[in-house]
Structures are given as C-alpha cells and as structure tokens.
C-alpha cells in the first residue's frame, strides 16, 4: 500500500513515532541498513500490521575537534 502525502505528513511532523496509518505509537523498527547513499530501517506497527521504511540523511554536521 502506498503512503498518501497527507500520512506521510502526519509521521513526519510526530517524529516518526507514530504510525502514519492508525496513529498508534506502538511501532518498532528494524535493523538500520546501509545503502550506496542511503541509511533505511523497516517499520511495523504492532496495532494495524502495516509497515513502510524510515530513510534517513544527513541534517547537520559539528566539528569535534
């Protein structure tokens, strides 16, 4: 099933702790995976089944030394 932009929307502006489907914060997430540029984890929602995949990127950057 494809996430509609207005679900999309909706996990985003809750920090992705919320399923964008139910709206349950009952999810866990999996395994971080490394891609060529991209780092993704899959998602399940423990109430409604469904899942999708988290992409993260790179935001900020700080020197430590």
């Known amino acids: 099933m494809t996430m509609?932009?207005?679900?999309?929307?909706?996990?985003?502006k809750h920090d992705g702790l919320r399923?964008?489907?139910?709206k349950s914060s009952n999810i866990e997430s999996?395994?971080?995976r490394v891609?060529?540029?991209t780092l993704c984890a899959d998602v399940k929602c423990?109430?409604?089944g469904r899942t999708w995949q988290d992409v993260?990127?790179?935001v900020d950057v700080e020197?430590?030394?």
Do not use: R
Not at 19 to 22: R, S
């Open 63 to 65: 020197g430590t030394g």
């Open 35 to 37: 891609g060529d540029s």
């Open 19 to 22: 399923c964008p489907y139910c």
């Open 30 to 32: 999996g395994a971080l």
């Open 4 to 12: 509609t932009k207005k679900q999309k929307t909706y996990y985003l």
């Open 56 to 58: 993260y990127g790179i």
């Open 46 to 48: 423990s109430v409604c």
